[in-house]
């Protein structure tokens, strides 16, 4: 393989003959490499001697296994594109035991907010050189005990579960043979790591956006009761309420973070007969199918009723009206989970990470009238 094959400039590039064994030089006395030099198979040293770092270094760059100074990391990364260097990632899997690729068990690959958290965790892994192997579970355990099996199998090097549906128990035992990070839920251990969302704070920041606008009797369309994330937004709901409103169990209807279960709770509340002035939603989409309903059945938002979702998704401003709702980065999330496992597989302690949530205010809530 030559670096013509790369599309490589014929450009010539300057390395330290040095460098390897003198930390502290510089490429003021480098030499350059000929065209003589390019029709060979560029190796890591090759790249080391060209970016004027020291083998390990650019090693730690490629494993993703330590933290490197970010201008050598610059310098490198550089290098390796300009030389057209590829790791020989046979050898380094013999070498390290190490695949250089990470699976990713979600629940839809089609979600809009698990497709969010999908391209966080798979930018993030590019830069660190590594693979991800997507599976979805579809909210069912025996599905995703079935993808955790495979995953193994392809001796990933870890694994990042989103909102997982086995018991904390199982997760625990997973993570005696592979390094896991979860989401949506907080869990601890020598090899797993846990993320989530201030659903509590989020929630609670709706409720008092309402109460603040004038509304009492505010309906709660909540997520599956078994996901601990919609119980600690039901949480957040009712703490907020306290004694400043209406507790009327009649308001909360249980829906399955879907358009249409959106849809067919608001219609549901609505031929209940029992009255509401602002409707909080456990996640953007059922705020979608929500929207729906009212408008089907005439209801204007917000002059008739309050509409507040929450996860701010891309689609969020663009509905008619703008809906208001609580933001958190669900590419953030993703980023986290992918650095929280790099760190595990190097043998680093992760523990728990808390990620804060915005609210942020649009045309779908108002006054009340």
């Not at 942020?360 to 809530?365: A, D, K, P, T, W």
């Amino acid at each position: 393989m030559t670096i013509q094959n790369f599309g490589i400039p014929a450009e010539r590039v300057a390395y330290s003959d040095n460098i390897a064994h003198a930390p502290n030089s510089n490429l003021s006395d480098a030499r350059e490499i000929t065209k003589e030099d390019c029709n060979m198979k560029v190796t890591l040293t090759m790249v080391a001697k060209a970016a004027g770092v020291s083998p390990s270094t650019v090693s730690r760059i490629l494993n993703g296994t330590a933290a490197v100074d970010p201008e050598k990391s610059r310098r490198v990364r550089e290098t390796i594109d300009r030389l057209g260097f590829r790791p020989d990632h046979a050898a380094r899997t013999l070498a390290g035991g190490r695949t250089s690729t990470v699976g990713v068990v979600t629940q839809f690959i089609d979600s809009p907010f698990y497709s969010e958290v999908l391209r966080g965790i798979e930018n993030e892994l590019r830069l660190q050189n590594h693979i991800p192997l997507f599976v979805s579970g579809h909210w069912d355990e025996r599905e995703e005990r079935a993808c955790l099996d495979l995953l193994q199998d392809r001796r990933v090097d870890g694994i990042i579960a989103l909102n997982s549906c086995l018991s904390d128990m199982a997760l625990q035992e997973l993570s005696q043979g592979v390094p896991l990070v979860i989401t949506g839920r907080r869990l601890q251990g020598a090899r797993i790591a846990s993320l989530d969302f201030d659903n509590i704070g989020g929630a609670r920041a709706a409720v008092e956006h309402l109460l603040a606008l004038g509304h009492e009797r505010i309906a709660y369309i909540s997520g599956p009761t078994n996901h601990p994330d919609a119980r600690e937004r039901l949480g957040g709901y009712m703490a907020a309420l306290g004694a400043r409103a209406h507790r009327d169990p009649r308001l909360i209807v249980d829906a399955d973070y879907q358009e249409e279960g959106g849809r067919a709770a608001t219609l549901q509340l609505l031929d209940s007969g029992v009255e509401f002035t602002a409707i909080l939603a456990a996640n953007d989409q059922m705020a979608f199918g929500a929207r729906l309903a009212l408008f089907e059945r005439g209801v204007r938002v917000p002059e008739d009723v309050s509409l507040v979702g929450f996860d701010d998704l891309y689609f969020s401003r663009y509905t008619t009206p703008p809906l208001t709702t609580v933001h958190h980065s669900a590419q953030e999330l993703g980023r986290l989970a992918s650095k929280s496992l790099l760190a595990l597989v190097a043998g680093e302690s992760v523990g728990h990470h808390l990620i804060e949530t915005e609210f942020v205010v649009r045309q779908s809530s108002a006054t009340r009238q």
